[in-house]
């Protein structure tokens, strides 16, 4: 059994590993030594994340004790989760690691997108990748054949990733400092922007098979992204898009987000993405 | 569907406070910009709270309008649903209130 990961909490989780990565593992004596590419984690806590502590906290009574009384909460529904979040983000900020929450519809091309970054990146800056879909591990196993070490999360019937399910993930990829996790959040334009799972960007993929009503008709999706890929402008030609309806109806929900055309299949707008990651990327500690 | 998740939230939470309290009542703030469907949450609410200290619980659940403040004119308006725009026709706005999701209270015994 795997000693670094796994909790109570919903979606199963598999690790495959690059021989290459295999190799660094078992040389540094760090965790995950199976001797197995592919290994599924069973359910158990964590011994030094702990997700489930929650600091004590105070309850108000506001009538007697043993009859019928309301007690104040005031308590976020999500702090669980935020917790949780802040606990990955200090995690990934104190091993100097750079983690993207990539949001999109599906089929607006994440995972052409990130096997393209693979290759535009390699031997410049290491990535790994979270995968989270509702079912099967298609996209880690185009992820492993691309080249990365990957985590696939499958949500069952969860229509997102929440900050446990990264927490687990992050202690089964164990990346290096210095270097990307990209998490691709499952295909869906509503839920995954509820859920804060710790990471230090969101960039929200749109196409251009997709209509420029989406940042309208999405808000809460757009309002929180730092960068918007608009995808797909190979085919501009051949599709009834407006980029110039697209830009204005993002700005209208989200005026400070960054839009960047691209094309994920030709690399038309590819290195300005590559020069958004490599910015914000820390320098390896070690 | 993400209030079956936001609602089973809640249930956790008021378990994780007040384990051994049978709760009658609770009581949820979801403000009109919080992104999470009032109505969804009430459809999800018996369903999740079955088995648990919640089981019978009535729902409040209050929905305090949104509340922004326009960056080029500075005035501070109630947006007219989900996307905020200023009388002036601004965009660039600032969220002051209506994000919240929280619980308020819970009634026991």
């Not at chain 1, 949500?155 to 990346?175: E, F, I, K, Q, S």
């Not at chain 2, 309008?65 to 500075?74: D, E, T």
């Not at chain 2, 007219?80 to 619980?103: F, H, M, N, R, Y």
Request: proline fraction near 5%; charge should be negative; aromatic fraction near 4%.
């Amino acid at each position: 059994m795997c000693a670094t990961c796994g909790c109570s909490s919903g979606g199963t989780i598999r690790l495959m590993v690059t021989e290459h990565d295999r190799d660094h593992r078992l040389g540094h004596g760090r965790g995950h030594d199976h001797g197995h590419a592919d290994h599924e984690h069973a359910d158990h806590e964590h011994s030094d994340h702990g997700p489930h502590q929650h600091p004590p906290a105070e309850v108000h009574t506001l009538a007697a004790p043993d009859g019928p009384r309301t007690i104040e909460l005031q308590q976020k529904v999500l702090a669980k989760n935020d917790e949780i979040a802040q606990r990955n983000r200090d995690w990934l900020e104190e091993r100097g690691i750079l983690a993207v929450n990539l949001m999109s519809s599906p089929g607006a091309g994440k995972t052409t997108l990130l096997e393209a970054t693979m290759r535009g990146l390699a031997g410049k800056v290491a990535i790994s990748v979270v995968e989270g879909d509702q079912e099967t591990a298609l996209d880690a196993t185009r992820i492993l054949a691309a080249g990365s070490s990957v985590v696939q999360i499958n949500t069952g019937v969860g229509c997102h990733l929440d900050a446990d399910m990264l927490a687990r993930a992050l202690r089964c990829l164990d990346p290096q400092s210095g270097s990307i996790v990209m998490i691709e959040n499952v295909g869906n334009l509503v839920c995954p922007a509820l859920f804060d799972l710790g990471e230090q960007a969101r960039v929200v993929l749109a196409s251009v098979t997709e209509g420029a009503d989406k940042p309208l008709k999405y808000p809460h999706m757009f309002r929180q992204a730092d960068l918007v890929l608009l995808n797909k402008t190979d085919l501009l030609p051949y599709v009834d898009f407006d980029v110039r309806e697209y830009a204005s109806g993002l700005r209208k929900v989200s005026p400070d987000a960054l839009l960047l055309q691209m094309s994920a299949t030709t690399g038309d707008g590819m290195d300005t993405w590559y020069d958004w990651l490599r910015r914000r990327t820390p320098v390896p500690s070690e | 569907m993400h209030e079956l998740a936001i609602t089973e939230g809640v249930i956790d939470a008021v378990t994780g406070r007040l384990p051994d309290e049978r709760i009658t009542c609770v009581c949820l703030e979801i403000g009109a910009l919080s992104g999470v469907a009032a109505d969804s949450v009430r459809f999800c609410f018996d369903l999740v709270t079955e088995g648990t200290n919640l089981e019978g619980a009535r729902l409040e659940i209050t929905e305090p309008p949104g509340l922004c403040r326009c960056r080029i004119c500075g005035v501070n308006f109630e947006p007219d649903g989900p996307i905020a725009i200023c009388p002036c026709g601004s965009a660039e706005v600032t969220v002051l209130a209506g994000q919240d999701l929280k619980i308020t209270s819970v009634q026991v015994g």
